[in-house]
T-cell receptor, first 113, second 115 residues
Framework: NAGVMQNPRHLVRRRGQEARLRCSPMKGHSHVYWYRQLPEEGLKFMVYLQKENIIDESGMPKERFSAEFPKEGPSILRIQQVVRGDSAAYFC???????????FGPGTRLTVT | KQEVTQIPAALSVPEGENLVLNCSFTDSAIYNLQWFRQDPGKGLTSLLLIQSSQREQTSGRLNASLDKSSGRSTLYIAASQPGDSATYLCAVSDRGSNSGYALNFGKGTSLLVTP
């Protein structure tokens, strides 16, 4: 049973470009959380999604960030017009249900030059 | 708003020592508490999950305790080994929050076990 997969593992973007981060949950998991870890900071919750629904995006920056979890395929975290401050490690976690244990992927390390 | 604090921020011990990592949280209405290990440049590995109704969990040389009323948890590592060197993260999940039990993380304790 494969774990949570994220790709790419490393992503370099120039300021103003778009970044797309993908997360494939564990088999049987329909709940996905995205977290961001800024340098020297703890992990912060960004968004919680179930299939085809955003349940809570209270941790997402108001502009340039969006997330989706379609019926088929991985969850996508999209950052438009990236800035240097977006450089961070982005982790997703999946769970069987709303209150179940979360399993984390290896993360995508985004560097904005 | 839940705040999670971990003390100490860094710890260096010789191999073989027993050690304790501390975690405190401000809102005792938690659903569960998890301890993770993070190696440099890597993802998170779940070590122990304690439900709010439980007092402790054990796995091998690791033992985690939870005192919800005082807002504290400790992670005890017995007979430390150089391979235990990593950052240890404490995270709590709030009961009934709109965020679907999203985790609130501390900043971690960076552990170095020297041979």
């Amino acid at each position: 049973n494969a774990g949570v997969m994220q790709n790419p593992r490393h992503l370099v973007r120039r300021r103003g470009q778009e970044a797309r981060l993908r997360c494939s949950p564990m088999k049987g998991h329909s709940h996905v959380y995205w977290y961001r870890q800024l340098p020297e900071e703890g992990l912060k919750f960004m968004v919680y999604l179930q299939k085809e629904n955003i349940i809570d995006e209270s941790g997402m920056p108001k502009e340039r960030f969006s997330a989706e979890f379609p019926k088929e395929g991985p969850s996508i975290l999209r950052i438009q017009q990236v800035v240097r401050g977006d450089s961070a490690a982005y982790f997703c976690a999946s769970a069987q249900g709303r209150s179940y244990e979360q399993y984390f992927g290896p993360g995508t390390r985004l560097t904005v030059t | 708003k839940q705040e999670v604090t971990q003390i100490p921020a860094a710890l260096s011990v010789p191999e073989g020592e027993n050690l304790v990592l501390n975690c405190s949280f401000t809102d005792s209405a938690i659903y569960n508490l998890q301890w993770f290990r993070q190696d440099p440049g890597k993802g998170l590995t779940s070590l122990l999950l304690i439900q709010s109704s439980q007092r402790e969990q054990t796995s091998g040389r690791l033992n985690a305790s939870l005192d919800k009323s005082s807002g504290r948890s400790t992670l005890y590592i017995a007979a430390s080994q150089p391979g235990d060197s990593a950052t240890y993260l404490c995270a709590v999940s709030d009961r009934g929050s709109n965020s679907g039990y999203a985790l609130n993380f501390g900043k971690g304790t960076s552990l170095l076990v020297t041979p």
